[in-house]
């Protein structure tokens, strides 16, 4: 514990408030820290507020109307908070969206020249190819037919290889299990921590498959209601038994007896 | 302040479904209308004829499209070319001598026909391609118009409307054109009001936001997006008619070309899709600012004793009234019959934060 | 049926197709890069030609030197149009864009109508009259010279969409959202989309004035550079080509036939009706992206 107040955390948000069209309070003063080189997950129903807190820290919220009312966010120490999405992505941060939006009409190949950095030589921009190829065989595989035809895991890879060329420092992604069946996800997650592990890559992660996600993180973060309720490492987490009743599916199946007593519980938690 | 409520709160479904939910919106409807009706004792004939008669008539002519376009979501680039249907049917017929009464309607109803044709587009592509379709039929109307000498009125291609008669009047003043004008925007516009509180209004707005999820719960798209073509293009055919009938005098194909429908376009766009005080202020902007900046322009120009080439004068209207478009697009993308909502709501809780529904 | 005069309004009718695809590129180039339909390219064209003259005649430049100039002011124009009038209008509906092209059409074509003048003037190109034959067939030589603009325009433009910066224009096309979250500046590549295509309206402005004089009436391409785009796939630049050299001798040769039976003019009908079967044939043209839809 005491390693992690010293060292700087690569991002940190300090209770962030979002506003979007000016009415709606989406998120209500979250507060996250990305310690370097760490996995994180952001774990939450849907409609919590996992998603707009990532756009807050990508800098995407503009696109939909939104904005950041309240609070900082801090990236290598720097304010980013009114930055454009576009400085954010220069100075290292990268989002991969919801739902796997690859760039339909373009194959694999001119999916990531697309996001390469402008300053990128061609050699760097194929050595980083490569390297993205390997670590999705599948991809090198189909890397010049048209992106809308690959399968949804195969466009999962993309959309994260995709990142990976911007050369980010801390990558973001918003449900990438979203749709794929068991046996892809537990890849696609071995990939990113493979990833995570070999680049010393700090990844924040949102995810509602909180199962396999606690599996690859160091620690998380429990949002409901636009709230942080609840952080910790991966394993107290794992632990906690309103997680499990709640997000795990519960070891014992569901004592009706105790059913109030759990949205008790879980009211008092937010 | 002037709204003596704070917010709009239903108690009933009564007041839910009136047509003005917000009384001084009824008040102001009244006042309104109250001008229009003694507007001919209040305005010289000038201002009578050559502002609000047109007006008038182009509002009844927007709202049309606005049915089409703002309620059910269907842009059309060719609705001149439909107001021309209607304009040559009824005063080929008021020619022929039939009642005018009756050769509105032949004029409506001939719109009609040829207006649910643009349906059939309709029902076929959406959005952009819509348009681009709609845009090539009233080149194709147009192409008709001019190369038919039957239609349009021998080798000057003008047509001279005869004698407009109402239930047994004739009708010749600047006053009895203004009335029929009046009377007809009256119609459509409470046929407007109504539209939203009735079954087709909500059939309309729903093949609008998403035509097979209105399909889905058991709106049949097909009939609404035809019926909603047929009903526009009655008021354009009848309001083409009047304009020519107490407006033009005189028939030309100009007067109904492609400019035109960008031009109507362009006022219930302006003025708000799917809001009808909306297509009032935007007929009223489109139809009446570039004049007035022009007014203004040659007046200040000769104050000033500038000389302003006449080329550049005549050209100023364009200029302004595109520019009023970009502006009012980048102001309100939603168009000023929003940005009276907005202004409305604003008041209404004034001098508190704004309304929240 | 004369097989020469055939073939004589054939190939003049592709070579005029190839001058609508001049115009078109303008079109497609921003629609493949914004997915927004600009009907402004009429107006653009007009102050393209416009802005040549007024360097080269009422400044006293010479034509090689107020050619490029005018591109460079147009460029920026074009720039300048995204920044003022489409960026705020990111994301909204069709009907909103495809009025705000049209608000953007009716003022340049105001706006340049009351600085210079309605009267139609000449551009004076110095491409001789004489005319030229193709073995026994005759065609004009601005004609040819405009074909040859458009094809080397085509070229430049098919390798633009293959180098990185073509790339990342056509990512903007498929998702703003996405191309936002790995830090391509969407609004910069929008407007480099209008900054082209208005580069490409000045050699349109260029040719068209030399053909059919400088004056308003260079707006009125719009119908025929529509239904080029449109036949050939609103995104796909080839597709503007080969559907320019289609329409043209379907016009030419059409025009042929019709026009003894109707009178005259029969041009803009066969145009028109080009663009309604396409719309209601084939919407995406000929090469045209299919949207992909996987379920």
């Known amino acids: 514990m005491q390693e992690k107040v010293e060292a700087q955390p690569i991002l940190s948000m300090n209770s962030v408030e979002v506003l979007y069209d000016n009415v709606m309070l989406a998120i209500k003063g979250v507060s996250v820290q990305v310690p370097q080189g760490e996995m994180i997950a952001l774990l939450g129903s849907n409609g919590a507020g996992k998603s707009t807190t990532l756009k807050a820290i990508s800098g995407l919220l503009k696109a939909e109307r939104g904005r950041v009312s309240r609070g900082e966010i801090k990236f290598e120490g720097t304010d980013i908070t009114g930055m454009l999405a576009q400085n954010r992505v220069d100075m290292g941060i990268c989002h991969v969206i919801e739902g796997r939006r690859v760039f339909e009409h373009l194959t694999p190949d001119e999916n990531l020249t697309a996001a390469a950095p402008t300053g990128m030589s061609r050699s760097d921009l194929n050595a980083e190819k490569e390297k993205i190829y390997n670590y999705f065989p599948r991809l090198a595989e189909r890397r010049n037919s048209l992106s809308g035809y690959l399968s949804g895991g195969e466009q999962q890879m993309l959309a994260i290889g995709r990142a990976l060329v911007t050369q980010p420092k801390l990558l973001m992604l918003d449900e990438p299990s979203l749709g794929l069946a068991p046996f892809l996800v537990a890849e696609i997650f071995g990939i990113l921590q493979k990833i995570n592990q070999d680049e010393g890559m700090s990844v924040l992660l949102v995810e509602q498959n909180a199962l396999a996600a606690l599996e690859i993180v160091s620690e998380g973060y429990l949002i409901e209601n636009g709230r942080v309720v609840m952080n910790g490492t991966a394993e107290a987490l794992k632990s906690n038994s309103d997680i499990q009743e709640f997000y795990l599916g519960g070891g014992e199946g569901t004592d009706f007896h105790n059913v109030k007593h759990y949205s008790r519980r879980k009211r008092w938690l937010s | 302040m002037f709204y003596r409520l704070s917010g709009v709160h239903h108690a009933n479904y009564v007041s839910d479904s009136r047509i003005f939910k917000v009384p001084a919106d009824r008040n102001l409807a009244i006042f309104v209308f109250l001008f229009g009706l003694a507007a001919p004792f209040l305005l010289p004939s000038l201002y009578l004829n050559s502002y609000m008669l047109p007006w008038l008539i182009w509002t009844a002519a927007a709202l049309g499209l606005n049915l089409v376009t703002g309620w059910a979501g269907q842009l059309h680039l060719g609705y001149a070319a439909v107001m021309a249907v209607g304009a040559y049917s009824a005063i080929h017929a008021a020619r022929f001598g039939v009642p005018w009464e009756f050769a509105l309607i032949i004029g409506g109803l001939a719109s009609s026909v040829i207006g649910s044709l643009f349906a059939f587009a309709a029902l076929r592509v959406k959005g952009l391609y819509l348009a681009l379709t709609t845009l090539a039929m009233q080149f194709v109307m147009d192409w008709v118009l001019t190369h038919s000498p039957a239609i349009s009125g021998g080798s000057h291609a003008s047509l001279q409307s005869p004698t407009l008669a109402l239930l047994g009047q004739d009708i010749t003043s600047d006053t009895g054109y203004y009335y029929v004008a009046f009377g007809w925007c009256l119609l459509v516009t409470i046929f407007m009001l109504n539209l939203k509180r009735t079954g087709l209004g909500r059939a309309l707005v729903a093949v609008r936001e998403k035509d097979f999820a209105a399909a889905i719960l058991g709106v049949n798209s097909f009939y609404y997006k035809i019926l909603a073509f047929a009903a526009s293009s009655f008021i354009a055919g009848v309001s083409g008619a009047l304009l020519v009938a107490t407006f033009f005098f005189l028939a030309a194909p100009e007067q109904f070309s492609v400019a035109v429908s960008i031009q109507v376009l362009a006022m219930v766009i302006v003025g708000g899709l799917g809001s009808i005080i909306g297509s009032y202020l935007g007929v009223a902007l489109i139809l009446l600012v570039p004049g007035l900046v022009n007014g203004i322009v040659a007046g200040g120009s000769q104050s000033l004793g500038m000389q302003i080439n006449v080329e550049t004068l005549a050209h100023i209207p364009n200029a302004v009234y595109g520019a009023l478009i970009v502006i009012i697009l980048l102001i309100e993308p939603l168009g000023l019959g929003k940005l009276y909502g907005n202004i409305r709501d604003y008041l209404m809780v004034w001098p508190f934060d704004q309304l929240r529904k | ?295």
């Open chain 3, 1 to 295: 049926m004369d097989w020469i005069f055939l073939s004589e309004l054939a190939i003049n009718g592709a070579l005029t197709g190839l001058l609508y695809s001049l115009f078109a590129i303008g079109l497609v180039l921003i629609y493949k890069a914004s997915s927004v339909p600009n009907l402004a390219q009429g107006g653009l064209t007009m102050v393209g030609a416009y802005v040549v003259l007024a360097l080269s005649h009422d400044a006293g430049l010479p034509l090689w030197l107020a050619i490029p100039l005018a591109a460079v002011i147009m460029f920026g124009l074009g720039f300048g149009i995204e920044r003022v009038a489409l960026r705020r209008l990111a994301g909204r509906p069709v009907v909103m864009i495809l009025m705000m092209t049209l608000g953007l059409d009716i003022f340049l074509r105001g706006t340049t109508l009351a600085i210079w003048g309605g009267t139609s003037r000449s551009m004076e190109l110095g491409v001789s009259y004489e005319p030229f034959f193709l073995g026994d067939i005759f065609v004009s030589r601005i004609h040819l010279v405009g074909a040859g603009v458009a094809i080397s325009l085509f070229v430049a433009f098919m390798l633009f969409f293959r180098s990185r910066t073509g790339i990342k224009l056509r990512a903007i096309a498929d998702d703003y959202m996405a191309s936002w979250s790995v830090g391509i500046s969407v609004e910069r590549g929008v407007g480099l989309s209008w900054a082209l295509a208005s580069v490409v309206a000045v050699a349109a402005g260029v040719i068209w004035g030399e053909i059919q004089g400088v004056d308003q009436a260079l707006s009125l391409l719009l119908l025929k550079g529509l239904t080029v785009a449109v036949l050939g796939g609103l995104d796909s630049i080839l597709g503007a080509v080969v559907a320019g050299i289609i329409l043209g001798i379907i016009e030419n040769v059409g025009a042929d036939f019709l026009d003894p039976l109707v009178g005259g003019g029969s041009r803009e009908l066969i145009v028109a009706a080009v663009l309604i079967l396409t719309v209601m044939i084939r919407p995406h043209g000929l090469f045209g992206r299919h949207d992909i839809e996987r379920v």
